[in-house]
């Protein structure tokens, strides 16, 4: 991500400690006041200003001085990243994952269980009990815990933190989540569509990089987030990415919405496996529940792909094929620097996918005479969901941007 330049303007000292602050964050090895000066192009005064303030309150600490010429040796500042954390809950259909994050992205405690059942009320109670237990056995003190940010599949009614009737969640229709988990919590929540979540996490993290890029996110549903100039766009009702019903094989099995072929019915994990099945790569039942077998059955197949079982290999083939329609039609709409790929499934699918998408990608791109457009994994790793619901948290609290600097009527 691009560094951040202050202003010198009055009435702007919380902006301009978000740049300092940030800056030193993404630091390696600290950063001088000279430095400071030289990163944000701020004036000196302000900058030895708010660094005095960051001291006292403990978010940075004096960590050496270092000697560079003629003159006083400059005092090195780093992130104390002890200094606050935040929760990140990701609630997808098959898995809530909850993972507790210091101030530098850094995963401090992590857990996930099995989705038990649909229920709204009984999700809550799991996830707010997993957020004490997380507290409590990191052993930190719960008024440096900045929130908890909750990944949650879409629509949502961001204004009221509401669940609307995800696909994938059958019961949750409207279901106040941000209000109801800060009661069972006791902390400030946001949620957050897991998507635009994931590609904060990616930002947060250290893989934002330069430019702008897709991030496709790859769980029980499909998903996708963009960003530009370091931002993640949540679009105006914050449901950006909803990609379920792109046609990506128009003679496909046919989709609830009354298309064929959708990502929805097209490129999960059920379809993929439901068209291993009917390919005859298992002579068994599954066992289990519906959602474990799906997932146990998607890491039988990536498994036998990896290892070059034709008929498997074909198969992860066929779905990047499709998956590449989908990709190259954001793409072309979007115009992004490169694309990056994430979520609990992605892993599994990662040795073929990165192999194949890259040149049926291009094969299919708008500007494929003049550039060639990276195909990258996430940073991040399965949790991308989790640790991005916790980064929202930080990027909302720590991360400086253009409309802090508006001025109210």
């Known amino acids: 991500m691009g560094m951040r330049r202050g202003t010198n303007l009055p009435r702007m000292g919380d902006f301009n400690q978000s740049v300092i602050l940030e800056a030193v964050r993404r630091s390696v090895e600290g950063l001088s006041r000279i430095e400071l000066v030289e990163a944000t ?80 009320r009984r999700i809550v ?126 003679d496909g099995p046919p989709c609830a919405c009354g298309l064929r072929g959708c990502v929805e019915v097209v490129c999960t994990p059920q379809a993929i496996v439901e068209r291993a099945e009917a390919a005859g790569l298992w002579r068994d039942s599954p066992t289990g529940g519906a959602e474990a077998a799906i997932d146990e059955r998607f890491t039988q197949l990536c498994a036998r792909a990896d290892a070059g079982e034709q008929p498997a290999l074909d198969l992860v083939r066929t779905a990047a094929d499709h998956l590449a329609v989908l990709i190259a039609t954001l793409t072309n709409i979007l115009d992004v620097d490169r694309v990056v790929l994430g979520g609990p499934f992605w892993e599994r699918l990662c040795g073929v996918y990165l192999r194949e998408l890259p040149d049926l990608l291009h094969a299919r791109s708008a500007t494929r005479a003049v550039r060639t457009l990276p195909v990258e994994g996430t940073v991040v790793g399965d949790d991308v969901g989790a640790v991005g619901a916790a980064c929202v948290v930080l990027d909302a609290v720590l991360t400086p941007r253009a409309s802090d600097l508006y001025l109210e009527d």
């Open 41 to 120: 192009g701020l004036s000196a005064q302000t900058v030895t200003n708010i660094t005095r303030r960051l001291l006292d309150e403990g978010f940075i600490t004096e960590a050496g001085r270092t000697i560079t010429g003629p003159g006083k040796p400059r005092v090195t500042l780093r992130l104390v990243a002890e200094s606050r954390y935040s929760v990140g809950v990701h609630l997808d259909p098959a898995v809530i994952t909850v993972v507790l994050l210091d101030m530098s992205g850094a995963v401090v405690e992590r857990r996930a269980e099995r989705t038990p059942d649909k229920d709204p």
């Open 125 to 250: 109670d799991i996830m707010a009990q997993t957020v004490a237990d997380l507290i409590d056995e990191a052993g930190i003190d719960r008024s440096l815990v900045a929130g908890v940010g909750v990944a949650a599949p879409g629509p949502l009614d961001a204004e009221r933190g509401t669940v609307i009737d995800p696909p994938k969640l059958q019961g949750w229709e409207r279901v106040p989540l941000r209000s109801v988990l800060a009661e069972a919590t006791g902390l400030e929540v946001t949620v957050e569509k897991d998507t635009t979540a994931a590609a904060v996490g990616e930002l947060w993290t250290g893989g934002g990089g330069q430019g702008s890029f897709v991030f496709v996110y790859l769980g029980t549903g499909l998903g996708a987030a963009v960003v530009r100039d370091g931002e993640a766009i949540a679009g105006s009702s914050h449901n950006f990415g909803e990609i379920g019903h792109i046609i990506v094989d128009p």
